[in-house]
């Protein structure tokens, strides 16, 4: 098995370097060290490490930055290395739950298990995105991310199937634009209660083909507010509906054809002895 490479964020070269020996004791190859976050990046623009083991910067410490854009890469966890003041910072900004960092001064041993605690939690995190990935790759349902703007941000295969559009076709317009007109009301109706903290629940609408069609879908849909996106999965239900608009109308036929007999037998003398 090869080693986990890690690179090092460390202004100072005394730490780094007293840090880069600590890692190589542990059994990590230290894939280099950058003197800010900027020379990280750029480092890492070829080929990520496993982890990066960051100094918490001052512009960093009141948690703005952290909690509106987390430098968190779905390639590579970052443990920060804070101070006591820091960390007390972090908690008020309710953003340390969210971040793999350690507090200084620490020992060897704690650095080593604060480093595998988050590449395991980094392992099992990406494990669980290559299952949910084939889980929306193969499904026969139709599954969407919709954000709050109202346009689709991910949607998996089964659309194109469906309506004939590609993704990025469906992706550049306002989701509302491919609902049957007839429907745009009460859809976006149904939209406002999801994003306000609502579901949807078996709603049902049309969205338009590529051919100039319409398909009925059957939806369930819920939101997440931190996120502001609509998870939501729809199933094509448009033989079930033509299947009941075609008993609707038989009954209607029927029901037609029995007024009219009844009309019949009212108007039209009978004999009653051979009953004609």
């Not at 109202?150 to 089964?158: C, D």
């Amino acid at each position: 098995m090869s080693k986990r490479t890690i690179l090092i964020v460390e202004h100072e070269s005394s730490v780094a370097r007293e840090l880069a020996q600590q890692l190589t004791s542990f059994g990590y190859q230290v894939a280099g060290i950058a003197p800010s976050r900027a020379e990280a990046l750029a480092l890492t623009a070829g080929a990520a490490p496993d982890l990066m083991l960051m100094q918490l910067s001052s512009g960093d410490v009141d948690g703005t930055a952290l909690r509106e854009e987390p430098p968190r890469n779905p390639k590579c966890p970052i443990v920060f290395m804070a101070a006591q003041s820091d960390e007390a910072t972090l908690r008020q900004a309710e953003v340390a739950g969210s971040l793999n960092y350690i507090v200084q001064p620490f020992t060897a041993r704690e650095l080593h298990a604060v480093i595998e605690l988050a590449l395991c939690r980094h392992d099992a995190a990406r494990t669980m995105r290559e299952m949910e990935d084939r889980f929306f790759a193969d499904s026969i349902d139709m599954l969407c991310f919709l954000d709050f703007n109202g346009h689709f941000k991910r949607l998996n295969p089964a659309w194109e199937r469906t309506l004939g559009f590609s993704r990025e076709e469906l992706m550049a317009k306002p989701f509302i634009e491919f609902v049957h007109p007839d429907d745009r009301e009460r859809t976006l109706k149904q939209n406002a209660a999801v994003r306000g903290g609502g579901r949807a629940l078996g709603f049902e609408n049309r969205y338009l083909c590529k051919d100039g069609s319409y398909r009925w879908f059957h939806w369930n849909a819920a939101p997440s507010s931190t996120e502001r996106v609509i998870y939501s999965v729809a199933r094509d239900v448009t033989q079930r509906k033509q299947a009941e608009a075609e008993r609707e109308q038989m009954l209607k036929e029927l029901q037609e054809a029995l007024a009219e007999v009844r009309t019949l037998r009212a108007i039209l003398p009978i004999c009653s002895y051979c009953k004609k």
